[in-house]
């Protein structure tokens, strides 16, 4: 009922937060600023108009957007703290960020070298962090780069940001995307690109316009402004030191296989001048519980963010059964249990098991022409969730280890799948999400 949403909106959202004013709006969401009524913290609340957002496309953006930035934990990096949804709009609440953009700030003038450099270090921290972990933003600029209380930046929008997973076999993405006066010159070339490598050439960019106080590429014909990044032509001003010269030179290289690394700024004169590592503890960010499981790997709960980036078009109904890349289905058994029947059900085939770092394993066979990634999740404290993707050719014995050995030993529990193949003695127990309900 969008009556009784606008009226949560003014007053308590869901009865955790308290909405304020507006911070800033798009063509598909509004950002307000908001009051947690049980711990009196600030939080920024982002809200997504699903009716304006059907039909662009874009939902596939959002549910990535949420997926990855409930899985970036740092401290130069907006945190998204849970995800609450109604039947027509989606809620981020995220990090309150009270300094701004970082573009206010630098629209009023240029930055002395070595407040550039503070900057730029806690940029490439988090860009760092971001690609060790397979995320490309890909839409860095001085707009999308906040600064808090401390004038310590954060990285925020992942609206663009693209994952390993959307990389295709020649190894490049292909996506055009960006901001124009940001953008690398081999996005422009439209062969595909290395998404840690643009991130480079754009975080090059806000380092020039942090120092030198304007674009080192601009002009008013778009077309003419995009000939000058496809050929590097820039000029640095007088005032900046032969050394930070010389690093943009290797930022700004218009060859992408000669381009500066991330691990190769940490041996640039320029760049070492008061460097020091930003050291944190991952799971002082973290957003949800995780236990060790067999073999030390971390069985990780599902929470809301979860749930909405694994579904289907922004809703639920997707979540269970089958699709294109795999399956998924509930199951009683513990999640230990599960990754030990996957490890059981491949030694029976004869496949190989490899345990990945979170939550899963990966079984191979016929000399590596395909297999499963199997991961299991906490959903309640008595269900898990199973995925399955196929990795490789739909093999006959690919088939045979899930539908034969696999999926009967997770099915055993009186759990349910989305086809009902298999009902259990009772109701099944709902997930008990963040998910707001339609009313």
């Given amino acids: 009922m ?3 949403e606008k009226a949560a ?21 509004k950002v307000h600023y908001a009051r947690n009524v049980q711990t009196g913290h600030s939080v920024a609340v982002k809200i997504i108009n ?25 401290p130069n990096i907006v945190r998204l703290h ?61 707009e999308n780069l906040l600064l808090d209380e401390n004038g310590n930046l954060k990285v925020s929008d992942f609206g663009l940001s693209a ?56 002009d008013p014909n778009l077309m003419v402004m995009y000939n000058k990044i496809y050929k590097g032509e820039f000029r640095c001003p007088r005032w900046m030191s032969p050394e930070l010269r010389r690093f943009l030179a290797k930022l700004l290289d218009t060859n992408p296989e000669t381009r500066i690394t991330v691990d190769g700024m940490s041996r640039d004169p320029w760049f070492k001048k008061g460097y020091k590592e930003i050291k944190f503890h991952e799971e002082d960010y973290e957003t949800g519980s995780a236990q060790f499981g067999p073999k030390d790997e971390r069985v990780v709960n599902l929470n809301a963010f979860d749930i909405i980036s694994f579904s289907s078009g922004l809703d639920l109904s997707g979540f269970f059964g089958a699709s294109a890349e795999g399956e998924r289905l509930v199951t009683r058994e513990p999640p230990e249990r599960a990754l030990q029947a996957a490890e059981e059900a491949a030694s029976a085939a ?90």
């Fill in 82 to 142: 849970e995800v609450l949804a109604t039947k027509t709009k989606i809620f981020f609440i995220m990090d309150f960020v009270r300094g701004g953009e970082l573009f206010a700030k630098i629209s009023k003038g240029r930055f002395v070298e070595d407040l550039s450099r503070r900057y730029f270090h806690q940029l490439i921290s988090a860009v760092g962090y971001c690609h060790s972990r397979g995320v490309f933003h890909r839409d860095l600029k001085p």
């Fill in 50 to 74: 699903k009716k304006k957002l059907g039909g662009t496309g874009l939902a596939g953006n959002v549910k990535r957007e949420i997926s990855i930035m409930s899985r970036l934990h740092h």
């Fill in 2 to 4: 969008p009556e009784i």
């Fill in 163 to 218: 994952v390993r997973d959307q990389i295709r076999s020649d190894g490049l993405l292909h996506t055009l995307c960006g901001t124009p006066a940001y953008v690398a010159p081999e996005i422009l070339a439209n062969k595909g690109y290395d998404g840690a490598k643009v991130d480079v050439w754009s975080c090059g960019v806000v380092l020039f316009v942090l120092a030198a106080g304007y674009l080192p590429f601009n």
């Fill in 9 to 29: 909106e003014e007053r308590a959202l869901f009865g955790k937060y308290e909405v304020g004013r507006m911070l800033g709006c798009g063509a598909f969401a």
């Fill in 350 to 439: 004869g496949m190989a098991v490899r345990w990945k770092k979170v939550c899963g394993v990966e079984l191979e066979g016929l000399n590596g022409r395909f297999g499963l990634g199997v991961w299991v999740y906490r959903l309640t404290d008595e269900l898990a969730v199973v995925e399955v993707r196929k990795k490789g050719g739909d093999a006959p014995e690919l088939r045979g280890v899930w539908e034969d050995r696999l999926k009967p030993l997770l099915l055993g529990g009186a759990t349910t799948s989305s086809h009902g193949q298999e009902q259990p003695q009772h109701q099944q127990q709902q997930p008990e999400s963040q998910v707001a309900g339609d009313e």
